[in-house]
T-cell receptor
Framework: ETGVTQSPTHLIKTRGQQVTLRCSSQ?????VSWYQQALGQGPQFIFQ???????GRGNFPPRFSGLQFPNYSSELNVNALELDDSALYLC???????????FGPGTRLTVL | QQQVKQSPQSLIVQKGGISIINCAYE??????FPWYQQFPGKGPALLIA?????SEKKEGRFTISFNKSAKQFSLHIMDSQPGDSATYFC????????????FGTGTRLQVTL
């Protein structure tokens, strides 16, 4: 059984660019949640996907968007990058929205 | 608005000592309270979690104490070891879900020899 995997590990972008981050959920998990963790802070909930539909969203602007695919893997897209978007982006998967979730190692995004 | 407040920000404990980290929440709709451990360069890993129908839960050296009336919960690490040195986050979620977590700001624990 493989855990949650994320790609890429690190990414450097410039302000105004767009970025796509990817997540493969743990085997058997159909729910993926994305979190943003700024340096020295706790993770903040961005949104959740359950069976390919958005199932809840945190306090993030519409330029943060996502997708979930039929195999339950997921993408996080961020448009018009800002300096404050520099953070560790974490993906977590679970079997259903009610159950405990397991985190991947994250993607470190740096916006210059 | 910070819905889960965590303290202290950092903690130094001697090997064999007890580490105590505290959290307070505001939203009475929260009904799932996990603690996560995060090592540098890694994602958070679930340590232990509690729901408000019990006041204490123990798993090995880790214990959660929960005070529903005070809206507070704490993590106790007994016999702290150098390998416990990490950042610890409390979190909370509501409506019967264990996901869509609201996290505290984290406590950096250092266990010295």
């Amino acid at each position: 059984e493989t855990g949650v995997t994320q790609s890429p590990t690190h990414l450097i972008k410039t302000r105004g660019q767009q970025v796509t981050l990817r997540c493969s959920s743990q085997s058997g998990h159909n729910t993926v949640s994305w979190y943003q963790q700024a340096l020295g802070q706790g993770p903040q909930f961005i949104f959740q996907y359950y069976r390919e539909e958005e199932n809840g969203r945190g306090n993030f602007p519409p330029r943060f968007s996502g997708l979930q695919f039929p195999n339950y893997s997921s993408e996080l897209n961020v448009n018009a990058l800002e300096l404050d978007d520099s953070a560790l982006y974490l993906c977590a998967s679970s079997f259903g929205p009610l159950n405990e979730q397991f985190f991947g190692p994250g993607t470190r995004l740096t916006v210059l | 608005q910070q819905q889960v407040k965590q303290s202290p920000q950092s903690l130094i404990v001697q090997k064999g000592g007890i580490s105590i980290i505290n959290c307070a929440y505001e939203n009475t709709a929260f009904d799932y309270f996990p603690w996560y451990q995060q090592f540098p360069g890694k994602g958070p890993a679930l340590l232990i979690a509690i729901r408000p129908d019990v006041s204490e839960k123990k798993e090995g050296r880790f214990t959660i104490s929960f005070n529903k009336s005070a809206k507070q919960f704490s993590l106790h690490i007994m016999d702290s070891q150098p390998g416990d040195s990490a950042t610890y986050f409390c979190a909370a979620s509501k409506a019967g879900t264990a996901s869509k977590l609201t996290f505290g700001t984290g406590t950096r624990l250092q266990v010295t020899l």
